[in-house]
């Protein structure tokens, strides 16, 4: 990945070849030209998580096990995320470590593979009716489910649970099978809410690619649209969850429970000022470890390691490692500093210093 060409052009040549090599040093994590495992991570927008923790986890752990590796990201270009691909295969690689774009580039990738021989794992995200010799994630209709229980608590919590709130639904990308399953999840909380009239159904809408900006643009839309009568918000992730926010804090209206998911250092931010009820904690670095540990295994050629289930792809079971997501509030958030996954810095900085005891 190197600086485009009309920046190198102000700098003297020396000095813009280095910079360079640091750059495709930092942006790849290229270990070596004919690397064994090949790491292709969807974009840096949906989600900070995957330049900030499974990049760097996913390095860490291939060289400990003395593997060669590369890790690139496609931000959030399909054809790109194929290109990726092509090369590594070109390039001698055995297993693909993909995090998928959607699910129709996906399966193209992994037909690719598997014609030259090579193993796909899919990454956090399943590929439906794809050809992902394994599938690594947590199980993500529970991580819907967290979200939608710990909805249900902080509306009590607020004294709205028996006020018949009116909830809006932020869902993810509509390409993304991940956002699918969490939607089930926090749905089969919410629906019977909605079916029996303790809650009443208010806007629900995806984003498309999970993008922030637009799911600001969205909400602001369904505050217009319900005279900002919106009590909680499901939100599937913490950019979510944060551009919800944003638009009431822009209104001027005052807190209501809005959920997220990732732990992002913002989310945990939000939680602890009480501007989000709830994010849910994926062990990124357990994932990570475990996707390495499988992909390290096929390379090896020994047995699969980890393996402790099967997830349906819309036309097979594909064998799978599943993680157990857990839900974080402001009673238990410390948990995050002390696994690793955020510093305290992150978190308890600015503004935010003053919530953290």
Known sequence: MFMPLRIALGFALVASLGLLATTASARSDVAAADAQVAVLLPDSKSSVRWETQDRRFLAAAFKAAGVTYSIVNAEGDAQKQRSQAEQALTNGAKVILLVNLDSGSGAAIESLAAARGAKTIDYDRLTLKGRAAYYVSFNNVAVGRLQGQGLVSCLKASGTYSKKPVIAQLHGSPTDNNATLFRQGYQSVLNPLFKNGTFKKGPDQAVPAWDNQKALTIFEQMLARTSNKIDGVAAANDGLGNAAISALKARKLKQIPVTGQDATAQGVQNVIAGDQCMTVYKAIKAEANAAAKLAI?????????????????????????????????????????????????????????????
């Open 297 to 357: 295994s096929l390379v090896k050629g020994t047995k699969p390691v980890g393996v402790n289930g099967k997830t349906f792809d819309g036309r097979r079971q594909v064998p799978s490692v599943l993680l157990v997501p857990v839900a974080i509030t402001k009673k238990n958030y410390k948990i995050l500093f002390t696994d690793g996954f955020l510093k305290r810095s992150e978190v308890c900085r600015g503004a935010y210093a003053k919530f953290c005891n």
